[in-house]
C-alpha cells in the first residue's frame, strides 16, 4: 500500500475529484455552496503554500557563518629599547641639574620650571618626547620656597647663562654651545626670553609655556623658531597674541594647548604636546 501524500496540491485536488465523482458528502444539496467556498479557501492556501515553496527554491545558497579573520601574531621578540632615564647630575660650586640623555647628541635643550615648582617634575612630564630629540638639562633655580623641595628664580639672565653653561661642562661638552633650545614654564618663560634676547646664538629655539606675560617680539627677533604652548584651562591669550606678532615678523611660531592644564601643570597629554611642539621647533627653523 502506497503512502499518503501530504503535499497541499494533491489535497485540493483529491477535494475536487470528490466533488465530481458524487460524493455523499458533497452531493448534499444544503451543503454543496459551504463546500464550493471551502475548496476555494483550500486552492488559495494551496497557492500561497506553492509560491511560498517557488522562493524557497529560488533563493541564492545560504551564505556560510562569517569567520572572524585571525591576526597573525610575529613569534619575533620586540626590539629592545632603552628604558629613558633621568640622572641626578652633581655641579661644582652649584645645585645638581636633572639630564635626560636622549637618543641624538645633536639637540641639545634646556628646561627652566616655574615659580616655586620643582624642575624634575616637569621634565617627568615628557620624558619620551624629550628623548627622541636629544638631550635635556632642567636646571633648579637658585632660592628654596617656604617649602623647600620648590624653588623660585632670583638670578639674572647673565648669573644663569654662566650656571647653564657650566652643567653643559660638567657633561662633558666643550663647545661654544650654540643652538641649544630653551623651554621656559612661567616665571621660567621670563627668564627663557631674556636668554634668547641676550645670546641669540646659544638659545636660538625658544619655547614659552604659560608665561605671565605676552612674549616681546624684539626679544626673540634674532631666534631660529618659536612655540608658545598654554594649559588648555589657563589664560592662553598672552602665549596667542605673542605667537601672531611673532608670525607677523616674519619669525616662526606656533601656538599650542596641553589639554586639561591648569597653570602649574603640564596635563595628561603632555607628551604628545610636547612631542608636536619639539617636531615643529626644529623642522621650522629659518637661517639666521
Known amino acids: 500500500m502506497s503512502e499518503p501524500l501530504h503535499d497541499s496540491k494533491w489535497n485540493v485536488f483529491t477535494a475536487l475529484d470528490a466533488f465530481s465523482l458524487g460524493s455523499p458528502m458533497l452531493l448534499c444539496r444544503g451543503k454543496m455552496m459551504e463546500n464550493l467556498r471551502l475548496i476555494r479557501l483550500m486552492m488559495v492556501a494551496c497557492l500561497a503554500s506553492c509560491g511560498r515553496e517557488t522562493e524557497k527554491k529560488t533563493e541564492p545558497p545560504p551564505v556560510p557563518n562569517a569567520v572572524a579573520p585571525t591576526v597573525a601574531v610575529s613569534s619575533a621578540k620586540p626590539a629592545h629599547v632603552e628604558p629613558v632615564r633621568i640622572e641626578t647630575v652633581p655641579v661644582a660650586g652649584d645645585l645638581p641639574v636633572f639630564v635626560l640623555r636622549g637618543a641624538t647628541a645633536a639637540r641639545r635643550m634646556v628646561f627652566l620650571h616655574g615659580h616655586c615648582s620643582h624642575a624634575l617634575g616637569f621634565l617627568q612630564s615628557f620624558p619620551h618626547a624629550a628623548a627622541r630629540h636629544g638631550t635635556i638639562v632642567a636646571v633648579q633655580a637658585d632660592k628654596a620656597c617656604a617649602d623647600e623641595n620648590y624653588r623660585e628664580w632670583t638670578d639674572t639672565p647673565e648669573r644663569l647663562d654662566r650656571r647653564i653653561e657650566a652643567a653643559f661642562r660638567t657633561l662633558g661638552s666643550s663647545d661654544s654651545l650654540d643652538g641649544l633650545a630653551i623651554l621656559g614654564y612661567s616665571s621660567g618663560a621670563v627668564l627663557a626670553e631674556m636668554l634668547a634676547h641676550r645670546s641669540p646664538k646659544r638659545y636660538s629655539n625658544v619655547v614659552l609655556i604659560g608665561g605671565p606675560q605676552k612674549p616681546v617680539e ?30 607677523l615678523s ?18 595628561p597629554q603632555a607628551e604628545a604636546v610636547m612631542e608636536q611642539v619639539l617636531t615643529w621647533l626644529w623642522d621650522n627653523e629659518r637661517e639666521i
Open 218 to 247: 624684539w626679544r626673540l627677533r634674532r631666534t631660529r623658531s618659536t612655540a608658545m604652548v598654554a594649559g588648555e584651562r589657563d589664560r592662553q591669550d598672552l602665549m596667542q597674541m605673542g605667537a601672531r606678532e611673532l608670525q
Open 250 to 267: 616674519g619669525i616662526p611660531s606656533k601656538f599650542f594647548i596641553l589639554p586639561g592644564a591648569k597653570h602649574g601643570q603640564m596635563g
